[in-house]
């Protein structure tokens, strides 16, 4: 009963995990060539960071629950891919039950709020017209939760897209359909879609989606400051 309410009261979203680290790409990720004290520090720190996150996860996989859960590695990229169609879907359809189901607490709630939001006439279509850069894994981190035989693991892949989002407003007698100004654009987006799971009570529960995030900003790494 104890666990039960322990449970309950552990909301599915804590946050975004501490010291997850995004490298930075284009022009936000200092030239080896102009910069090359900074760049190599920047190097030294995702280098740090990947150890310490290995680390943890070495630690949900041994430390925690037997039979030792298996982390399926390969697997997170094609179920980031599988979990964002299947949400935006959800949310483009007004499917609630089924955000639920996939969803953080968090971000459930704010789908929940903009699909209360839309009027009666309205419908929303979204649109994945292609994959322009195969998905990548950047970041699998761990933690233990304060409680006992708990952990979360969190995994952010980057997902690069075509992709439009549409708001019908009206459909004519002939079917036509009108579209709000400004939606319904084809756009090339990269998003980093965080994914997360835990184990409770020796079960480990399905991957679902915690939001998205950006990449770490320079401001964002003390050590980099004193460059």
């Known amino acids: 009963m104890k666990n039960m309410a322990a449970k309950k009261d552990m909301p599915s979203d804590l946050g975004l995990l501490e010291q997850t680290f995004i490298m930075p790409t284009g022009a936000n990720k200092p030239s080896l060539f102009r910069n090359p004290r900074m760049r190599l520090n920047l190097e030294w ?37 599988a979990l964002h169609r299947q949400m935006y879907t959800a949310f483009a359809e007004g499917d609630t039950a089924t955000l639920t189901t996939i969803c953080a607490d968090g971000l459930r709630e704010s789908f929940r709020s903009r699909i209360a939001a839309r009027s009666p006439t309205e419908r929303i279509r979204w649109t994945l017209h292609q994959y322009t850069r195969a998905p990548r894994v950047v970041s699998h981190r761990a933690m233990m939760l304060p409680v006992k035989g708990a952990a979360m693991r969190q995994a952010v892949v980057r997902i690069q897209t075509r992709q439009s989002l549409a708001k ?11 579209m709000a100004k400004g939606t319904g654009q084809e756009k090339e987006i990269r998003e980093y879609v965080v994914l997360q799971r835990r184990i409770w009570k020796g079960v480990e529960e399905p991957w679902i989606v915690w939001g998205t995030t950006e990449e770490t900003s320079l401001s964002q790494i003390p050590a980099l400051q004193q460059v």
């Open 45 to 81: 720190h995702r280098l740090k960071t990947r150890v310490k996150a290995f680390g943890g996860v070495l630690y949900y996989k041994y430390g925690i629950i037997k039979p030792r859960p298996k982390l399926n590695l390969r697997q997170i990229a094609p179920t980031a891919v």
């Open 168 to 178: 019908i407003t009206e459909v004519g007698p002939d079917g036509r359909e009108k």
